[in-house]
């Protein structure tokens, strides 16, 4: 079957190796960061205060964090409409992107970007594109910075199985592999672009091995494995580092909301109930927990205390988000030309 | 065949006394030593482009500079033009000064997504929190049968949209200077040139010197008609000044040198001395550049004017191959002259 959602036990053993503690810890800590800020989002986007298309991940917390956990903080980040997830996981302030959301002169771009366009420069996220793969060759680009200069960053471009339909992610790839630049391509196959499945858009769904003729290593995950997705990030972005060029990593998931908005898509009939409850228990963040758990790494105690203390850090973006002032109408012009680093 | 060499008949010269200062150089070698000095004086700035390190070296500009400023600094690139863009944006982000040059603009348009979508829009979507120091520079081709896909003058698209700087020299002088100034510059900056502008030599400045955007150049100062006249058509409007005074009229010529910013304060004050104002550009009429400096002259010169204000420009066709369209379609001196006459109230003479 050429579009199966394979939805198997998650597989934690297979892929622990010698992860150690710590990162275990991280990467449940950085899951749950993301999954509790978009539940936020969404329980209260009905109020109508978030005055922007929120396009949620939940249901996608794995890739974002088991990626960007091998990142270095001067590593590059960048991202889609559906970017709050790479965001937070590479180390974006939450309370700017809370505030972004909210439309505050504090928010991470001031106001002028909403959901889709969130900037950290200091955790290493240059900016997120809503035009599909727009960001792709622009990842290409901040590598191939980092190939002049010899500096020895990685560059990592987050996109969703769309993009491999767009003819931009065929020449950056082209590019990068002819300069073997560090770089590598995350594709978040959730099998919908808005509405339209997969199957009605791409000949086959072997989207890894797409870009074969260009000789990229592609390489399989499930995507809501947070410790595959680890493992094999890992891998391919030690290959860039080490100057081996670029790999390709289709990272096969599920978005449990809409595509943009905090309902199901059920009720407009695009897909049933049973797919979504399906993947809701194939959830990367509460299965991981139960490894956890059973495994001893973290004790349930533990994990109760990590819970509240994501969720205290969450509020206190969403009340330091409410409590800011709007940007000033009369500054509607400013940042149309960049005044330069400082 | 060397296209140059069959078209462009005239050397010419757009000289003013307040411009003798250096050497005499070619518009070719200025452009080029622009490069040569942004990189040895900044280590950031590399310059790519298909066929920049070929035996053309994009026409000369770029010929061996590879050899100077190593392969990584200066390189060819695949076609991709809409990638390789993106590629120039993400290394600009990433604190580098691309240069990236196209031997057409008519290939910008395959990259208008990463400009317009991208590249002017980054520091704005964000706030002000970064910015793209990127450069794109691409050069207007015209006739010996070029056609409708290699000759377009689309400065009039690039023109509408916000955050981009657009930029047309006419001189060696300008040309160097910026060429330097949007290398400097911290935001997105296309440079169009136009073709015919190449076998022009004038005094160039050593050394580094940059231009202001939006400061635009009086080119020839008259009392009777304003023609602000865009790139080559600079060139076409001075020849048509100096038949025209032959007759009696006095044309001021100003040369903008950036579009956008443009040079506002300039073209009203001179409408506001002659009250009559045409404009020649190398685009084509209908949503153009000229059509925005007549919006200007509208709104804000209106009670200047004594004549209402005529364009000169391409025909609204795509370009024809023969030249015996080509000379049809082409607005050049005769289009101007009648034009400044038809605002003087005169008869086509």
């Known amino acids: 079957m050429a579009f199966s959602r394979e939805n198997k036990t998650l597989n934690y053993d297979a892929h622990l190796a010698d992860i150690s503690p710590e990162v275990l810890r991280k990467l449940y800590r950085t899951m749950l960061l993301v999954q509790k800020a978009e539940l936020k989002v969404s329980d209260r986007y009905h109020e109508d205060e978030m005055k922007t298309p929120v396009h949620l991940c939940l249901g996608q917390e794995a890739v974002a964090a088991g990626v960007c956990l091998n990142l270095n903080p001067d590593d ?40 889709m366009h969130l900037v950290d420069i200091s955790a290493g996220v240059p900016g997120t594109s809503s035009i599909v793969a727009g960001a792709v060759p622009i990842a290409t680009g901040a590598a191939l910075a980092s190939r002049i200069r010899k500096d020895n960053r990685v560059s990592a471009a987050f ?68 410790l595959q997705v680890y493992r094999v990030a890992g891998k391919a972005i030690e290959h860039a580092r080490k100057g081996n060029g670029p790999s390709f990593l289709e990272c096969r998931t599920y978005r449990v909301k809409d595509h943009h908005g905090s309902a199901s898509g059920v009720e407009v009939g695009y897909r049933t109930q049973e797919e979504v409850d399906e993947f809701k228990e194939n959830c990367p963040v509460e299965n991981f927990a139960g490894f956890l758990r059973k495994r001893g790494v973290m004790s349930p105690n533990e994990l109760e205390e990590i819970g509240l203390a994501v969720e205290r850090e969450v509020d206190d973006a969403f009340r330091f988000a409410r409590e800011s002032p709007f940007p000033a109408e009369t500054e509607v012009g400013e940042h149309l030309y960049f005044q330069g680093w400082v | 065949m060397d296209w140059s060499k069959v078209l462009i008949k005239d050397e010419f010269e757009v000289e003013e006394a307040a411009e003798t200062e250096g050497r005499k150089l070619s518009y070719v070698a200025a452009v080029r030593e622009a490069l040569e000095l942004a990189m040895t004086h900044d280590e950031r700035v590399f310059v790519m482009g298909q066929g920049v390190d070929d035996p053309s070296g994009m026409f000369g500009i770029t010929l061996d500079l590879h050899r100077k400023y190593g392969e990584e600094r200066v390189f060819d690139t695949p076609l991709s033009e809409n990638a390789l863009t993106g590629v120039a944006v993400g290394a600009a982000l990433s604190g580098m000064r691309p240069f990236y040059m196209h031997n057409r603009p008519d290939f910008l348009l395959l990259a208008m997504d990463q400009i317009v979508n991208h590249a002017v829009k980054w520091s704005y979507m964000f706030g002000g929190c970064t910015g793209v120091p990127v450069v794109i520079w691409a050069c207007v081709g015209r006739g010996w049968g070029g056609a409708a896909q290699h000759t377009q003058s689309l400065q009039g698209l690039f023109n509408h949209v916000p955050g981009l700087r657009l930029v047309m020299p006419t001189t060696p002088r300008d040309a160097k200077g910026l060429v330097l100034s949007s290398i400097i510059d911290n935001n997105p900056v296309v440079i169009m040139e136009h073709r015919w502008l190449f076998r022009q030599s004038g005094h160039v400045p050593e050394g580094i010197y940059t231009i202001p955007f939006g400061r635009g150049r009086i080119r020839r ?64 009429k209908t949503g153009g550049v000229s059509a925005e400096i007549a919006a200007l002259a509208a709104e804000k010169g209106f009670p200047y004017l004594k004549a ?42």
């Open chain 2, 221 to 284: 100062s008259g009392s009777d008609v304003t023609v602000v006249a865009v790139s080559y058509m600079v060139i076409e409007t001075l020849l048509a000044a100096q038949e025209l005074r032959e007759q009696g009229i006095e044309v001021e010529v100003i040369d903008p040198r950036t579009l956008r910013p443009l040079d506002e304060e300039m073209i009203l004050s001179s409408v506001r001395k002659t009250g009559r104002l045409v404009i020649a550009d190398t685009g084509w």
């Open chain 1, 159 to 226: 996109f969703g199985d769309a993009a491999v339909e767009e003819g931009v992610i065929y020449e950056s790839i082209n590019f990068a592999m002819l300069k073997k630049l560090p770089v590598i391509y995350v594709c978040e196959n959730n099998f919908y672009s808005v509405f339209t499945p997969l199957h009605k858009r791409q000949p086959d769904d072997a989207i890894y091995r797409r870009f074969e003729g260009l000789g990229i290593p592609g390489f399989r995950v499930d995507g809501n494995n947070v």
């Open chain 2, 308 to 349: 209402p204000v005529k364009r000169v420009a391409s025909l609204d066709i795509p370009t024809p191959a023969s030249d015996v369209l080509e000379k049809k379609f082409y607005a050049g001196k005769d289009d101007v002259i009648a034009a400044c006459r038809e605002v003087l109230g005169k008869s086509a003479g």
């Open chain 1, 76 to 115: 590059y980040v960048f991202s889609n409409h559906r970017g709050h997830g790479h965001y937070l996981a590479k180390g974006g302030d939450l309370k700017g992107m809370i505030a972004e959301l909210y439309n505050r002169a504090t928010g991470c771009s001031r106001g002028r970007g909403g959901s």
